[in-house]
């Protein structure tokens, strides 16, 4: 905020539980300079490049061909799908753990325009999950050519893609905020956060899906909303639902919302007080 003589004026602590209203006035009102810099950082990514933004889709694109090649042709898998099953698996939850890693960094990464000029500091940790968003929209193009290649005929479900893409980047947002203080003021929070997501990679069925679950471990292995999101990412390029249920997707939607709303509770109760350590 700016007072009448043109000097930077910080914001006063918000209350606890008005603190998302708070942040969505503020990504609103600054809503210019989050494209900025998600725009900035998908440049930023692909300059110098000769394909550019094309990459984005080539790289999905080799890994499906090297996970044919293992899968199908060496290992002789029943299902010669596998690799598109894993190719999503992969994008969905790199979006997830991209998001976390990039979102709880995203104040010291922005330390030195943090100290310059003030910005509501909540912009910097959305620009950082809108540009792991935008770059999984970006991959996901090439399921369409995928599909047609594994002769997979389109429905409706593809419009599950919304939520799941939505829910992965919500939670790994959220976690982020209720981080990103913490790194500020310990910096060792960076190296928790990359074994959780190396950890998080084996429990969320990046490389096996939920039909090769047991029936009796369904309920537990749903438990964990990115593992839901992943799946209903297969169900709409399937269109089978198989033993997810709605109600896991209620569940899973509920969760990530949650932490989205208490990870904003939580970075505006602290958020101030950290940076005199960036």
Not at 39 to 59: C, P
Not at 157 to 169: I, K, Q, R, T
Not at 225 to 245: H, I, N, Q, S
Request: aromatic content about 14%; proline content about 4%.
């Amino acid at each position: 905020m700016v007072d009448s003589g043109g000097t930077h004026v910080h914001e006063g602590r918000p209350s606890f539980f008005s603190a998302p209203f708070r942040v969505m006035r503020n990504l609103r009102e600054h809503r210019n300079v989050l494209k900025h810099f998600i725009s900035r950082d998908l440049k930023v990514n692909y300059h110098g490049t000769v394909l550019g933004y094309a990459w984005s889709m080539i790289e999905p694109l080799a890994f499906t061909a090297i996970f044919y090649v293992v899968f199908v042709i060496l290992r002789g898998a029943p299902d010669s799908q596998l690799p598109l099953k894993i190719m999503i698996g992969i994008l969905m939850y790199n979006c997830f753990s991209k998001t976390f890693a990039a979102t709880t960094k995203a104040l010291t990464r922005n330390a030195g325009l943090i100290r310059q000029v003030y910005l509501p500091r909540e912009i910097f940790v959305v620009s950082s999950a809108g540009f792991q968003l935008a770059q999984l929209c970006l991959s996901l193009l090439i399921l369409m050519p995928l599909m047609w290649a594994w002769s997979i005929e389109p429905t409706a479900f593809l419009l599950f893609l919304v939520p799941a893409m939505l829910g992965v980047c919500a939670i790994g947002t959220g976690l982020g905020f209720m981080l990103a203080p913490l790194q500020a003021r310990i910096r060792d929070t960076e190296q928790v956060v990359n074994i959780l997501n190396r950890a998080g990679f084996f429990l969320s069925g990046v490389f096996y899906s939920i039909e090769y679950i047991p029936d009796e471990y369904v309920d537990i292995y749903t438990l964990n909303p990115v593992a839901v999101f992943l799946e209903f990412a297969r169900v709409a390029v399937y269109g089978d639902m198989g033993k997810l249920t709605w109600a896991d997707l209620g569940y899973s939607t509920g969760l990530a919302i949650f932490f989205m709303l208490f990870g904003m509770m939580i970075f505006k109760r602290y958020e101030g007080s950290v940076v005199k350590y960036l």
